[in-house]
């Protein structure tokens, strides 16, 4: 048997730009060293906190106070499950700024879809990651004017 994950094409980091009231520029560094492996993302995603951290922050850039109570389980905890998650490169951190001058952080999913398949003795996986459209972004900021 063997297990094969099919190369991510590098792409270069997109600029960071705001939407909104959120900052969508990366607060660490974008690029991914290596994918995880498949043990690495099964273990992940074998925790219900992380699953529903991911489906959380898929539908909206949500705080560790928010994914706290949403999970049921302490800050710290989402901390160590938002640490693990943006080390995969599932989960990326963005800032909102505050009307005082101040910050917050928000994490937003970062992976739209995983797949295993096991066919003809082979078993292979795919991690499609996020992607954000500067386009699509500015014709909704535009909208809000």
Do not use: N
């Not at 270069?12 to 660490?28: K, N």
């Not at 389980?73 to 001058?101: F, H, K, M, Q």
């Not at 928000?106 to 954000?132: C, K, M, N, Q, S």
């Amino acid at each position: 048997m063997t297990v094969a994950s099919p190369p991510i094409e590098p792409s270069s980091p997109a600029p960071p730009r705001w939407a909104g009231d959120l900052f969508l520029g990366p607060m660490t560094d974008p690029t991914v060293a290596d994918d995880p492996d498949l043990s690495t993302l099964v273990g992940l995603f074998d925790d219900e906190h992380v699953r529903t951290i991911l489906a959380a922050t898929s539908a909206e850039p949500l705080s560790a106070a928010t994914l706290s109570e949403r999970c049921g389980v302490s800050t710290s905890a989402v901390y160590r499950r938002v640490d693990r998650l943006t080390d995969a490169g599932l989960l990326d951190e963005r800032t909102r700024p505050r009307s005082d001058g101040h910050h917050d952080t928000v994490y937003v999913a970062a992976i739209e879809r995983f797949e295993l398949v096991v066919d003809d003795g082979d078993v292979d996986w795919t991690v499609d990651r996020t992607e954000t459209d500067v386009a699509d972004e500015l014709t909704r900021l535009w909208g809000k004017f």
